[in-house]
């Protein structure tokens, strides 16, 4: 089975843009959960998406929001985005309590 | 408030030791525990999971000592490689519905394993 699939692997955005994320999860896993990974907060839970529908909500401001479509896939988008907002963003899908984690989105805002 | 707390944030182990790593949490709801590795450039990987009702797990070189009525769970690393040189990170999350869904981080351990 391929793995977690991340799109872009890189990007590059002003203070001020927003962003669009895209994950694609292992074929057959339903749940598909967005981390923060930055060095000084680790990896913090974003959201976690179900059957289209978010089930979980990590402490992220209302500019982080994602979706899930009928296949599974997800996307995550950042609005008015925060040098803060730097960070790679890790996408996983789970089959039960195990997650499978994609290779991230390097993000950088300048 | 830091809800699993690791330590330590570095290790340096020659090739064949042994890498003690801990982790204590605080929420008792939590569940499943599980280990994960990193290396750079890459997302983490599933090392090795455990769930309370044992306290000990063991899958090759790795191991899970898990201690309920401490709060407390390590990761030993038997006969330490160079290739296992990377980050670590410890996790929990809650079993109930939806829950199993959303880790915990500890703020992991960067293992260097010296030849």
């Keep these: 089975k391929a793995g977690v699939t991340q799109t872009p692997r890189y990007l590059i955005k002003t203070r001020g843009q927003q962003v669009t994320l895209s994950c694609s999860p292992i074929s057959g896993h339903r749940s598909v959960s967005w981390y923060q990974q930055t060095p000084g907060q680790g990896l913090q839970f974003l959201f976690e998406y179900f059957s289209e529908t978010q089930r979980n909500k990590g402490n992220f401001p209302g500019r982080f929001s994602g979706r899930q479509f009928s296949n599974s896939r997800s996307e995550m988008n950042v609005s008015t985005l925060e040098l803060g907002d730097s960070a790679l963003y890790l996408c996983a899908s789970s089959f039960g309590a195990t997650q499978y984690f994609g290779p991230g989105t390097r993000l950088l805002v300048l | ?115």
């Design chain 2, 1 to 115: 408030q830091q809800q699993v707390k690791q330590s330590p944030q570095s290790l340096i182990v020659q090739k064949g030791g042994i890498s003690i790593i801990n982790c204590a949490y605080e929420n008792t709801a939590f569940d499943y525990f599980p280990w994960y590795q990193q290396f750079p450039g890459k997302g983490p990987a599933l090392l090795i999971a455990i769930r309370p009702d044992v306290s000990e797990k063991k899958e090759g070189r790795f191991t899970i000592s898990f201690n309920k009525s401490a709060k407390q769970f390590s990761l030993h690393i038997m006969d330490s490689q160079p290739g296992d040189s990377a980050t670590y990170f410890c996790a929990a999350s809650k079993g109930s519905g939806g829950s199993n869904y959303k880790l915990t981080f500890g703020k992991g351990t960067l293992l260097t394993v010296n030849p």
